[in-house]
């Protein structure tokens, strides 16, 4: 079972961040991260982290993202800094094989949470 919190509304150029609370299975065996999703489009990848670590977080967000991993927590988090518009969305966390996080292949993944909503909005 994986958990979400931390959405919320925030405005242009603030900061989040999401938690990811896993039960059931240990997180750092397993590639685990976020997926977002816009209504009309379809989720895609924003971040991962793999069980000896490396990460992943798309280009598009890179360089306001980070996804970490509290190994003690069994948890996974997303700092997200600088939100703009285009940000909104519903987050969902995941996991599942690594392949199909390389594939951005949602159909892959093997656990979902329930998903939170970030509104990016004055």
Known sequence: QLVE???GLVQPGGS???????????????AIGWWRQVPGKEREVVSSINSDG????TPSVNDRFAISRDNNKNTVYLQMNNLD??????????????AYWW?????????WGKGTLITVSA
Do not use: H, Q, W
């Open 103 to 111: 594939r951005g292949d949602a159909n892959g993944m093997n656990y």
């Open 5 to 7: 919190s931390g959405g």
């Open 85 to 98: 518009r285009d940000d909104t969305a519903v987050y969902y966390c995941a996991a599942g094989p690594l």
């Open 54 to 57: 490396s990460t992943y977080t």
């Open 16 to 30: 989040l961040r999401l938690s990811c609370a896993a039960s059931g299975f240990t997180t750092s065996y397993v």
